[in-house]
């Protein structure tokens, strides 16, 4: 099975580094169609720093947050991301269709 173009987002390194630092991970994540912790591999895998555990209630409420900065790499290859949408309720082939009716139970009395 092969994915279809729109369902493969092609970043750079450094587009997903920003993406992550101004956007919440649970959001971003579904913006790819990933979950958060798949989101959260892809990132440790190319050496992403993410931001940590309460960011961004300190930035919603005008604290001083600090951004990292992302590292060099020397492995060219982990330079471009490609992330594929996930299907999380199965394919076609197990959606029911809504207009079939159920089984009938019978039960004795």
Same mark, same amino acid.
């Given at each position: 099975m092969t994915p279809q173009d729109s369902d493969v987002t092609t970043l750079t390194r450094r587009q997903l580094f920003d993406r992550v630092w101004e956007t919440p991970g649970s959001k971003l994540a +579904? #913006? =790819? $169609?990933? +979950? %958060?912790? $798949? &989101?959260?591999? /892809?990132c440790k895998r190319h050496q992403i720093p993410r931001p940590p555990r309460g960011y961004w209630a300190k930035l919603s409420h005008g604290k001083r947050v600090r951004r990292a900065r992302l @590292? !060099? &790499? !020397? !492995? #060219?290859? &982990?330079? #471009?991301?490609r992330i594929f949408r996930q299907g999380f =309720? $199965? $394919? +076609? %082939?197990?959606?029911t269709d809504a207009t079939e009716t @159920?089984?009938? /139970?019978e039960v004795p009395e």
């Open positions: +579904s #913006e =790819f $169609g990933v +979950s %958060d912790v $798949g &989101l959260a591999k /892809i @590292p !060099d &790499l !020397d !492995d #060219e290859a &982990l330079q #471009e991301i =309720f $199965g $394919g +076609s %082939d197990t959606v @159920p089984p009938k /139970i």
